[in-house]
């Protein structure tokens, strides 16, 4: 009986032990294959759905490419509501709003620095509207992200092909969007 018990017990001894090597040493995860995404990225592709807005002179020649020439006086968004824009958005499972701040045809629709080919030029709101602000500021308060797309293809620039003069032209447009 005492040598049955003793082979019970170390049996018993043996089958913890090696549940206990088990589960201290689990499968090792597969080593990630390079590059594997930051977080922000993670985050990004995460959200799924962006709505992608096309607004400018375009809207008001109904046409789907600006030649770069359309007087900015054709631009008069009397009636724009920003709010209405994201609130169809986020109605509608879109986690983002992206708009074109400035398009094939050079149009901005914020008044850049660099350019008077912009809003300011246009009769909206005598020249001091901004739809980008707007448009941010409206995404910001419904909790929906904003993003813009700066188009390199610029029909209106003048110095649009000379590549170092118009890669500054364009950097300084991305900064001033990104810092304002
Ligand atoms: C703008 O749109 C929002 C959302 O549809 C609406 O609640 C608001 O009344 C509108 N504002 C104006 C001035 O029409």
């Given at each position: 009986?005492?040598i049955?018990?003793t082979i019970?017990?170390?049996t018993?001894?043996?089958?913890?032990l090696?549940?206990n090597?088990?589960?201290c040493?689990?499968t090792?995860?597969?080593i990630p294959?390079?590059?594997?995404?930051?977080?922000?990225?993670?985050?990004?592709?995460?959200s799924?759905?962006a709505l992608?807005l096309?607004?400018?002179?375009?809207t008001?020649?109904?046409s789907?490419?600006?030649?770069?020439?359309?007087?900015?006086?054709?631009?008069?968004?009397?009636?724009?509501?920003?709010?209405?824009w994201?609130t169809?958005?986020k109605?509608n499972?879109?986690?983002?709003?992206?708009?074109?701040?400035?398009?094939?045809d050079?149009?901005?629709?914020?008044?850049?620095?660099?350019?008077?080919?912009?809003v300011?030029s246009?009769?909206?709101?005598?020249?001091?509207?901004d739809v980008?602000?707007?448009l941010?500021?409206?995404a910001?308060?419904?909790?929906?992200?904003?993003?813009?797309?700066?188009s390199?293809w610029?029909?209106?620039?003048g110095?649009?092909?000379?590549?170092?003069e118009?890669?500054?032209y364009y950097?300084a447009?991305?900064?001033?969007?990104l810092?304002r």
């Open positions: 009986m005492k049955i018990n019970l017990t170390s018993l001894i043996l089958t913890l090696i549940s090597t088990t589960t040493f689990p090792p995860p597969p294959i390079l590059p594997i995404p930051s977080s922000q990225q993670l985050s990004w592709q995460l799924e759905m992608f096309h607004f400018g002179p375009n008001f020649t109904d789907e490419w600006g030649t770069g020439k359309a007087d900015p006086s054709l631009f008069n968004p009397t009636h724009l509501n920003t709010t209405q994201v169809v958005a109605e499972g879109f986690s983002r709003v992206i708009l074109t701040a400035k398009h094939h050079g149009f901005c629709l914020w008044p850049s620095e660099y350019t008077e080919y912009s300011r246009s009769v909206w709101k005598d020249g001091l509207g980008v602000g707007e941010a500021q409206a910001e308060k419904s909790g929906v992200q904003f993003g813009v797309y700066l390199p610029d029909r209106h620039e110095c649009y092909g000379k590549t170092l118009y890669n500054e950097m447009q991305m900064t001033e969007l810092t």
